[in-house]
């Protein structure tokens, strides 16, 4: 019988136990020993783990650097905005803040008064079923910050925004090709700052690594209620600011040339138009416009152009181009003024040459030849010259060869030079190829002593976190000619304006000596390869130098294709359109400008941003200007004319205030006057008729924001 003892056995099961506790503790010992000599659990490192569970960093952002015109005034600046969003379902609500919207009706009726969505719109939209939120359209995005305080005032419930960084050109048409623009790249939505905006065009894109910033962030530690740890290491890298670009660009006149642009635009619709305004001394570009264009900030036009006409689009110049052959035929002595010619046709191997009059007007003088622009006279010049010299002077021009501006797809243009008709045809601006930039630059060294001068559109560029400046320096690109021959050549243009048979002698101006060249290029149809015949089928321009005698300012203007109905104009004539009021302007401000001495009845135009409405009027009280307020705010934002420029006693000033822009009652203002206002808020105005304001479309005091179309009538009064 084998007889079994509780006793014995539980105390050799105690024994195990207790020796297997015993194991079990040295093999725990021994693990959390090995951890805490390691740090490490599966290859994990435990104390970066309790350093990631505790640290916390946040993102300190940097700005993109603003673009500014020579005078300081804001043209791309940083700015956010917000996209209207409707939460339609209600799991996240509760019954203290309802998050989603509960009155559809009355959301609809107030959304309407700040978004271009009709009620019954904004209600479809409402309305839709098994969707959580929906957004507005375009309708819904790029609200302003104050059209989002508006729509928060109304107090919805369920509407809320997103934030987004966004670049804002706050003159809408102003210089947009060049200037460009600047957008975060597609599909990028969440967690963005003004470092990912990206340059899309123009100066935007070509020195988007000098306006881009670099954003900094904060690394600290939060203990498990989210309070900093005392005494606990920060770690600071600082942001860096994108540095801050100046443009050669005087605002007001680019505004003024905007202005004169679109209503060409409208009138007759050209295929293509560009108008720069170019100090040659310099080579600064004041002012640059083109048509089709669009608006910076709204993107609206952009569809219908994406080139720099500027840089971009090559095109045969025409008779403009017999500037420049001009200037080689009198630096190589062969231009003889006084010598006759047989005008009318030449016949060179390949085929013949006509003047734009094929019968010609007879036996003249090179120098009538010059004024009535005879294709004739100018292909005998390079003959007489040479076309191997003809050739080496287009080279020493910069024809055939980019200008180098930085810009995107600059193009270089081309030179058909192989036959005596492609030769001969250069010397009057056909068979070759060139950009306005490239016309531009070779214009300046007859205009600036046989210097030729690159075109530059930067002044300078500024740290914005140092103020640090690097100031871009006039750039002397050659010396085509010689001082001598570019004021003889300069005396001889004058005849194309001031010789009873000139070409430009609609383009004379009291007070000035203008040296100019007009140019009716013809245009190779894309389809048949040949050149249009007929109609308006031509690129119209003018080069004009002022004042004669030592230019100060180029104006360069092409048109091409104008629609002209009524047979009221011709495609020059549109062309004068838009130099006379453009050249006038400039004229005057460069006459403020240089004027030395001040009138007796002039005014230095005070300070009076940064103030509230009330002080600005009562510091202009005693000035005898005529003060115009634009907007409903109750701080002055801006003001035309800028602080201590030059005005005269009685002329009309105007003060923009931070509230909405307000239409002024115009009422028997000059045109001058009303485009003042137009340059200092960037709206623009139609104009119908000529003299003094008897009606305006949109009522005074009525919001101009968002106004489509703003028509102003003017008659002249009645003797």
Partial sequence: MNNKNPLKNRKKVAILLFFGTILLLVVFAGRIAFIMVKGEVNGEDLSQNLNNLYTRSSVLEANRGTIYDVGGESVAMDATSYSLVAVLTDKWSNAEELQHVTDKQKTAEALEKHISMSKEEILTKLNQEDLDQVEFGEAGKNLSYDTKKDIEEENLPGIVFEETPTRLYPNGIFASHLVGYAALPSGEKEDVSSTDLTGMMGIELAYDDILKGTDGKTIYQKDSFGYVIPNSKVETTEPVNGDDIYLTIDKRMQVYMENVMSEIDEKYDPAMATATLINPETGAIIAASQRPTFNGTTKEGIDQLWQNLLVENTYEPGSTMKILTLAAAVSEGVFDPNEYFKSGVKNVSGGPIHDHDPNGWGTISYLEGLARSSNVAFANLMEK???????????????????????????????????????????????????????????????????????????????????????????????????????????????????????????????????????????????????????????????????????????????????????????????????????????????????????????????????????????????????????????????????????????????????????????????????????????????????????????????????????????????
Avoid: C
Wanted: charged share 20%; glycine share 8%; no cysteine.
């Fill in 385 to 719: 010259m040479s076309p191997e010299t003809w050739k080496e002077y287009m080279d020493a021009f910069g024809i055939g060869q980019t200008t180098d501006s930085g810009l995107a797809n600059e193009a270089k243009g081309s030179v058909a030079f192989n036959y005596p008709l492609e030769q001969a045809n250069t010397a009057f601006g056909q068979g070759l190829t060139v950009t306005a930039f490239q016309m531009l630059q070779a214009f300046t060294a007859v205009a600036n002593d046989g210097q030729m001068m690159k075109p530059q559109f930067i002044s300078k560029i500024v740290d914005s976190d140092t103020g640090e400046e690097t100031v871009i320096e006039p750039e002397v690109v050659g010396e085509p000619i010689s001082e001598e021959v570019a004021d003889q050549t300069l005396e001889y243009l004058k005849e194309v304006v001031y010789n009873k048979n000139g070409t430009g002698v609609g383009y004379q101006i009291d007070g000035y000596e203008i040296a100019a060249k007009t140019g009716t290029a013809e245009i190779v149809n894309p389809e048949t390869k040949q050149y249009y015949s007929g109609g308006t089928n031509y690129i119209y321009s003018v080069a004009a130098m002022v004042p004669a005698d030592d230019p100060k300012l180029i104006l360069y203007i092409t048109v091409k294709q104008p629609k002209i109905k009524d047979g009221s104009t011709t495609g020059s004539g549109v062309v004068k359109e838009i130099y006379h009021p453009i050249m006038k302007r400039a004229l005057e401000y460069l006459a403020l400008g240089e004027e030395e001495d001040a009138e007796a009845n002039s005014v230095e135009m005070p300070k009076a941003t940064g103030i509230s409405k009330e002080e600005a009027l009562k510091s202009l009280e005693d000035t005898q200007l005529n003060v115009t307020v634009v907007g409903n705010g109750d701080t002055i934002v801006q003001q035309l004319p800028l602080p201590n420029e030059t005005t005269i006693e009685n002329q009309r000033i105007v003060l923009m205030t931070n509230g909405a822009m307000t239409m002024p009652d115009m009422m028997g203002w000059s045109k001058n006057d009303v485009l003042k206002v137009s340059e200092i808020t960037g709206v623009e105005f139609t104009f119908e008729g000529e003299g003094y304001v008897v009606s305006q479309s949109l009522e005074p005091n009525a919001n101009m924001h968002g106004a489509d179309k703003i028509t102003i009538v003017l008659e002249t009064p009645q003797e």
